[in-house]
């Protein structure tokens, strides 16, 4: 399904994503992201980031440029993909945080992003890619699920409650669904997990290291 540049695509499975299932707090807002925003939210997701993520995604203008092209070809071909951001209404209207959240399996979403950039470790990258995959297919495969695909704050905006905000927009659809979330849990954000009900899964050996599978199960809603 394609949608125009700017417009907001229609979820396929009846996610609401309209301003009663966003919730803002102090002078944070949080609202959809569009197009618009993309190459802010590269540059908020390598600050946040920063060096650790050299081996598979190294901080070039072309590496940057396939990451633009890839979101924006998700935000306006893949609808079941939903970004949000957070913004600071007290400061430039920039965003400081923002996650996708993926509602589709892998099976239905099919390849995660385009081929590799020649910047990248193309075997690094598809060895890493792979395996978080088989994690979810081991926890949740043949089974409905909500995928947090990406999170990131801007550092100097850190420990304000966007982080927070853009998992617990998530959280509410997987619960007004019924349905699971998993997230491939970096050590920096498996503790805020944690607080709203995502449970470790890793099993010594396998996975990733340092990357923790973690499945929350839909709470009952009222
Ligand atoms: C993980 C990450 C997204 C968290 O974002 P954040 O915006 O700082 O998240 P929050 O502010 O909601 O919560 C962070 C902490 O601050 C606390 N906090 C939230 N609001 C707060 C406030 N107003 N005052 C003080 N502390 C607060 C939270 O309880 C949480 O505590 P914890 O670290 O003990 O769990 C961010 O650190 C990041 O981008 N890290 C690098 C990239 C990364 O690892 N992304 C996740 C990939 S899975």
Redesign the pocket.
């Known amino acids: 399904m394609t949608v125009e540049a700017g417009s907001v695509s229609s979820p396929p499975t009846g996610i609401n994503t309209s301003k009663d299932n966003i919730k803002s707090s102090s002078t944070l807002r949080l609202e959809p992201a569009t197009v618009s925003d993309v190459e802010q939210l590269v540059d908020v997701w390598y600050a ?2 920063g060096p650790t993520l050299d081996g598979l995604f190294p901080d070039t203008p072309g590496v940057r440029q396939w990451w633009n092209d890839a979101h924006r070809n998700d935000m306006l071909n893949t609808p079941f993909q939903q970004y949000v951001k957070v913004i600071d209404a007290a400061g430039d209207g920039k965003p400081i ?1 923002w996650a996708k959240w993926d509602f589709s399996t892998a099976a239905e979403r099919g390849r995660r992003f385009p081929p590799w950039h020649e910047d990248c470790d193309t075997e690094l990258c598809s060895r890493f890619f792979d395996t978080l995959e088989t994690e979810r297919e081991r926890l949740l495969g043949g089974k409905k699920n909500y995928y ?1 695909d ?4 801007r ?1 100097e ?9 853009l998992v617990q927009w998530g959280c509410d659809v997987a619960d007004k669904d019924g349905v699971p979330a998993y ?4 050590k ?2 498996a ?2 997990y944690k ?1 709203f009900g995502f449970e470790d899964k890793s099993e010594p050996g396998i996975g990733v290291p340092d990357i923790v599978p973690m499945v929350r199960e839909p709470k009952p809603r009222g």
Do not use: C, E, Q, Y
């Open positions: 946040a980031f945080a947090l990406m999170l990131a704050t550092p905006h850190g420990r304000r409650g966007a982080g927070s905000m997230i491939d849990a970096s920096a954000g503790p805020l607080k």
